[in-house]
């Protein structure tokens, strides 16, 4: 069984930087990619950034957050991170992290943290 636990949410003002994280533990195997997503009240899920294994690394970001954030991933603590940098308050919603693994490549969600930006 994975679990994945987020943390690192909390408010921020408008132009500041929030570092979440995401904790995944149970037996991995085969990780093919790591990413973010989010959701703002009345809104759908939306990906914010992902890291892909299938042939070397690669990243894809939202238009809206290209050049503010950057994921990234430490192997050794199983632990992935969402760098969020001049922060606006359109970020604002709760942020998944996810984890595509396995054979089957089973999709493992963690339970969410809130982003806050506001003044």
């Known amino acids: 069984q994975v679990q994945l636990v987020e943390s690192g949410g909390g408010l921020v003002q408008p132009g500041g930087s929030l570092r979440l994280s995401c904790a995944a533990s149970?037996?991995?195997?085969?990780?093919?990619?790591v990413g973010w997503y989010r959701q703002a009240p009345g809104k759908e899920r939306e990906l914010v950034a992902v890291?892909?294994?299938?042939?070397?690394?690669?990243?894809n970001y939202a238009d809206s957050v290209k050049g503010r954030f950057t994921i990234s991933r430490d192997n050794a603590k199983n632990t992935m991170y969402l760098q969020m940098n001049s922060l606006k308050p359109e970020d604002t919603a709760v942020y998944y992290c996810?984890?595509?693994?396995?054979?089957?490549?089973?999709?493992?969600w963690g339970q969410g943290t809130q982003v806050t930006v506001s003044s």
């Open positions: 996810n984890l595509v693994a396995g054979i089957s490549k089973i999709i493992y």
């Open positions: 890291a892909a294994f299938t042939s070397g690394v690669s990243t």
């Open positions: 149970g037996s991995i195997f085969r990780i093919y990619s």
